[in-house]
């Protein structure tokens, strides 16, 4: 997810240098906060930019104070959130924030650290069951101890109360609602 918001970050810099090329009319249309362009482009670089410097911040953090990324963090606070404390590998990948490709990996590693077992699904041979191990779960509790403060120093202190509320209900739609698998989210079907 780092990797891709600084793709993003380059891109829209790189169009913001270009933009200095345009003359007065196309600037100052650019620049007109009644049109809807302008509007829903100006707040998705603003939570582009805001997603950047906080996981700047929060990674290196997380990783001092307990001993590991925040990428391994997302898939605690997944299990942990789910029922029974455990997800098909296959749902992991859809709900995680940080990465899809890497999945497998990643679970071996944390399942070497004991923070989780896979498991067979009974009645699917090739499906594997993630569950969350006790280790897991106390060690999920202290991550979230460590990350909120940061999380409030980063991004909570900069906004006033309204701010905060006004942020949480425009966004909330896109934390509360499941997102579609990847093949529908992109437009393609029957991949993998």
């Given at each position: 997810m780092c990797q891709i918001l600084v793709l993003h970050l380059s891109t829209y810099q790189t169009l913001s240098r270009?933009?200095?090329c345009m003359d007065e009319q196309q600037q100052s249309r650019r620049d007109d906060p009644t049109r809807p362009h302008a509007l829903w482009l100006d707040a998705w670089r603003g939570v582009l930019f805001a997603s950047a410097r906080v996981l700047r911040v929060a990674d290196p953090a997380l990783i001092?104070?307990?001993g590991f990324p925040l990428v391994w963090m997302d898939v605690l606070a997944q299990l942990y959130?789910?029922?029974e404390h455990r997800l098909r590998m296959t749902e992991l990948q859809d709900r995680s924030v940080f990465t899809r490709s890497g999945m497998t990996r990643l679970i071996d590693r944390m399942e070497a650290?004991?923070?989780v077992a896979r498991r067979p699904v009974e009645g699917d041979r090739r499906g594997v069951l993630v569950e969350l191990t006790p280790e897991?779960?106390?060690r999920h509790r202290e991550a979230f101890d460590a990350h909120l403060p940061?999380?409030?120093r980063e991004f909570g202190r900069r906004l006033t109360l309204a701010q905060q509320k006004a942020v949480a209900d425009a966004l909330s739609g896109f934390w509360h609602e499941p997102s579609p698998p990847e093949s529908e989210a992109d437009g393609?079907?029957?991949?993998s």
């Open positions: 270009n933009l200095g001092e104070d307990v959130d789910a029922p650290a004991g923070l897991g779960e106390q940061v999380i409030e393609r079907t029957g991949r």
